[in-house]
């Protein structure tokens, strides 16, 4: 019935017969799975007989599910005999035959491929470093400061920093575009919220007055304006000053929970310095990973890139979708095409498809599992933020989400393993 033609790599090759007899059985299966659908004068449905179903529809009706039933049948039986096959996709189906004689069959199946492991434990690895630069408590105040900003309606003419109320008309030559024009149009003038010189040619004007502001769309923005000159109508309606709350003790208090600006910056300093810690820990972890993942030999196949492919692309069309966007608007939009998106991430995702096979074989080998006792303490205390038990928590997740769960701890502890197991200097 099946026989393996050859193993490449982890891809499993089978030639896959059935005689007349046994083909002829197939047939009769979808005739009783589908008899039901057909209609024919005379016969209640249901009850036609199989040759009057192919005299009234095609000798070949059944066909098609009787050849679903066979590979199916083919299938389950090569996964019973090669117990070591572990399919990562659908098989590649390659017919050969088909006809009242039976039918030859060629089937692929690709597998999880076999990893060998370099060296991953005793190598010297050089950490990520960097050191908080006072620079960044200041631009972290600053930030703050404009975002409790005051803005205070003026008589003078617009300048850098002053949030202007516009009204707008945009025309490529000589014609409005869609989404070109507004009124009241809330504007920051430096912001660079606007495309290409804009705002800077807002700067001077006064309030009522028209001026004709000439920009240029870049090459990267939508398909209809890219590389466009536009000219835009513009009047401007009002000024506000921006005006920046004083850098005092007032301040500190009226933004945090602390009386003094010295106590404030401190504690600033001290969650900058905690998130500064995070990211080059993050890094660290970077660097060792790729050492691991290079050392290792591992022939990834193409069926798993192009599933990690697929779930690039599902969880872009997510992100767009927030901005009311189809993938096949985003695509026209940008010139672009599903096939070049692949194309640019294969690399990355055949990268990402190694390192994944790598570190589930370490995990493997070192026997990395996570306990119900580790599971249930990691529970816990997340169950206790939400003031809830253990076992309500966990029935609240549902068994997908509890073995991510479970997987994000046996990650942490690939981690600290592999941070234990090197040197990190």
Same mark, same amino acid.
């Given at each position: ?11 499993? /090759? ?50 098609? *599910?009787?050849?679903? $039933? ?6 389950? %039986? ?32 690709? #597998? ?11 190598? #010297?690895? %050089?950490?990520?470093?960097?050191? =908080? ?5 200041? #631009?972290?105040?600053?930030? =703050? ?14 300048? /850098? ?27 920051? =003038? ?6 290409? $010189? ?78 500064? *810690? ?23 196949? *193409? ?6 492919? *697929? ?47 790598? +570190? ?59 941070? #234990?197991? $090197?040197? +990190?200097?």
């Amino acid at each position: 019935m099946f026989k393996l033609a050859k193993k490449q790599d982890s891809v499993y /090759n089978f030639v896959v017969k059935y005689d007349a007899e046994e083909w002829t059985k197939f047939i009769e299966q979808a005739y009783e799975e589908t008899k039901a659908k057909y209609a024919v004068q005379g016969f209640r449905k249901g009850k036609v007989p199989r040759k009057v179903i192919e005299q009234n529809y095609g000798a070949n009706i059944f066909f098609e *599910d009787a050849f679903q $039933n066979a590979i199916q049948n083919a299938y389950v %039986e090569i996964l019973d005999k090669y117990k070591e096959i572990e399919p990562v996709s659908y098989p590649e189906i390659d017919i050969k035959k088909i006809d009242e004689e039976g039918i030859e069959v060629k089937i692929a199946i690709t #597998t999880v491929p076999e990893v060998k492991l370099g060296e991953y434990k005793n190598l #010297t690895i %050089e950490t990520a470093k960097g050191e =908080l630069d006072e620079e960044k408590v200041n #631009t972290e105040i600053e930030q =703050l400061r404009n975002r409790t900003a005051r803005f205070l309606p003026v008589e003078r003419e617009a300048r /850098n920093g002053d949030v202007v109320t516009i009204d707008f008309i945009g025309r490529v030559d000589g014609v409005a575009f869609e989404g070109g024009s507004a009124e009241d149009h809330r504007l920051e =003038l430096g912001s660079h919220m606007f495309v290409d $010189n804009f705002e800077d040619q807002v700067v001077g004007m006064n309030i009522g007055e028209k001026r004709t502001v000439t920009v240029t769309f870049p090459d990267n923005y939508t398909k209809e304006l890219a590389g466009k000159k536009a000219d835009f109508e513009v009047t401007l309606n009002n000024v506000e000053e921006k005006q920046l709350p004083e850098l005092n003790d007032e301040f500190a208090s009226n933004v945090s929970e602390f009386e003094t600006l010295e106590e404030f910056k401190a504690d600033l300093r001290k969650n900058l310095q905690a998130s500064l *810690d995070a990211e080059l820990n993050r890094k660290t972890e970077d660097i060792l990973i790729a050492e691991v993942v290079k050392n290792a030999e591992v022939v990834v196949p *193409d069926a798993m890139v192009e599933q990690q492919l *697929d779930a690039y692309l599902q969880d872009f069309a997510t992100r767009i979708s927030y901005q009311g966007l189809t993938m096949d608007q985003y695509f026209e939009m940008f010139g672009s095409s599903e096939e070049e998106f692949r194309t640019e991430k294969r690399e990355v995702a055949r990268e990402n498809v190694k390192t994944r096979l790598v +570190l589930q074989e370490i995990i493997k080998v070192e026997n990395l599992i996570a306990t119900p006792e580790e599971v249930d303490a990691k529970l816990k205390e997340i169950a206790d933020k939400y003031k809830k038990s253990v076992e309500d928590y966990k029935k609240s997740m549902g068994e997908k989400e509890l073995t991510y769960f479970k997987n994000g701890i046996i990650m942490n502890k690939l981690l600290d393993f592999l941070k #234990t197991s $090197n040197n +990190l200097v």
